[in-house]
């Protein structure tokens, strides 16, 4: 995978960059969203200005199957998302089961939550699921534990994560793409809050020589300058002709710390899931549309915003949906969420090229901080 | 209210007609879509083809309320909708509130199903009501009786409606529009399934010069038989150069024994409750897309349909949808399903205006009734 930097802040390590699919181009810094969001179309998605989507291997493996995907021409033509998708390994949602679950050197297995019936996850069968699904990026298994563990489980779990990408990396080596377009592979940097355990995971990864590279394990409770620290170590060792990618950040705030220390690729779940309690993100901060303060309030949820939702509709409107559990309501604050999320991140972009980022920042993060909307 | 009728089929009483109100030409026969119906917004149904919405007298005055709709400017301020708007009187919702609701000559005083709130309304308080709302075509409140009903009881609920169709007819006169359009009333006609008081009704309501007249108390589990018969009895005794609104038919074979017998709008939930069930209505018949049979099948809802769903998903992504929950499924069998009734309406239009209503109807009932897909 070719990744151009088109610009770099002088003050920070914020990139502009871009890199390419077979399904296009993607500017980054960027802001994934979940294929399926809520009430949202792949297509609802793009005229959002997404470039890239998220999808769920776990999910996409139990249901509808890979049987279907694979009938279907891959996911692309079975969701008719037309851009780019990179799917995570599972692994996430996997370990998210708790007791549902077993990890062994070899794999984890795990019961679906859809019906209890048993799997069994290796790094070899995400990489042929993976194939199978289409995805233009697909990420390795590894190992994610809990905040906070020691450091010996951290070694551990650092130590698998790094068995399993190069059993990942010699099965993408041996196996091509199913479809007529090209996949890449990331591998994903573990180690806890351990500096060393950091070093020696992205150091590993080195060797293996990914299309891409993740920083894996944050966004888990972490404090503010425990992941902003762990974030910069990696940045600082992995090679800048690469992507990296953030994986679960974050609140806006939190993108914006990735960002100046070199991350190019992020996803989360805030913006939606705040939209499904009626909290969305404006220029002057969160504003939860359910409060009796909006009832007869005629401006759009963001006046400095051109989502389809701020184009058409109030505050008072959409907090009506809400009250009367109307499900536009929850599809106007996720249009708008997911367009505030893409847009910080074309903003940043834009103000790095334009060399004024930190000026840029400064003058979001001061509007974003005043809560007085 | 100037209703043109364009074109009049030639073997039955289909009229093609238009009717303009100050937010635009209505073309009839119609189907009116309920203004916000699950996922999909006031401008969702304008890019699906829809001239007029309807909207419920009882939800808008319940929630959001009267104060907030007169701020934000009228209904179509306030949803967003560019198009004409019809509104109900609010009776139906009332009636089918069962034990929350007390008759009296006076009105109907009845207990809120968020709050428990007692409200009472008058024929006087609805033409009020619907004068805050804004609605371009309003309803008079009529008293809706179960089926099947005695003919006394019949009869009484007749000379009630009658009355407070004189009433309601009295305030209209007295007031004015609070915006900036011109308002329209519809009359009631009620009467059961007795022939002598439909007539009656009819009769009653001439007197009162109506700008349309709405059939109502049919739809209510009476056969096809009688709601012919009673339908076909109205619109022989209503004005030709008049509108006239069938509430609450119906299924598509419904639809067009009614426009057989000259009925020129319409309004019915089973569109979107049917898609919420996951039941959509095609060419070939109503399709089931939950069933096991459309797992691996990549071809669109209807296969004749060029709306959003048709035209960008598959069965098979649909049903996907529905089995893990999906909102988005649920929007685009709302979508389609919407989109095919608004079909059948413009579809049967054309054809009395190209003089072949007849045969289009036969070809359309054919393929409709092999339920082969």
Known sequence: M??????????????AGLFETDHGVVHTPIFMPVGTVKT????????NGAHIILGNTYHLYLKPGLDIILKAGGLHKFNGWPGSILTDSGGF?????????????????????????????????????????GSDIMMVLDQCIANPS??????KAHLLTLDWARRSKKRFAETCSLYDYRQFQFGIVQGGIYQDLRRESVNGLLDLDFDGFAIGGLAVGETQDVRNEMTELCTDLLPQDKPRYLMGVGMPEDILDAIDRGVDMFDCVIPTRN???????????????????????????DETCGCYACSNFSRAYIRHLFNVNEVLGLRLATIHNIHFYLNIVREARKSIVDKNYIEWKK???????TESS
Chains 1, 2 share one sequence.
């Open 2 to 15: 070719k990744f151009v930097i088109e610009a770099q802040d002088r003050n920070t390590r914020a990139r």
């Open 40 to 47: 949202l179309s792949p297509l609802d998605l793009k005229e």
């Open 93 to 133: 949602q996997v370990y998210s089961l708790d007791e549902l679950r077993q990890i062994s050197e070899e794999g984890v297995e795990f019961k679906s939550h859809w019906d209890g019936s048993t799997h069994f996850f290796s790094p070899e069968k995400v990489v042929d699921i993976q194939r199978t699904i």
């Open 150 to 155: 020691d450091q010996e489980t951290a070694r």
């Open 275 to 301: 939209a499904r309690n009626g909290t969305v993100f404006t220029s002057n901060g969160k504003l939860v549309i359910r409060n009796a303060k909006y009832k007869q309030d005629f401006k759009p949820l």
């Open 363 to 369: 003058s979001f993060l001061n509007a974003f901080r």
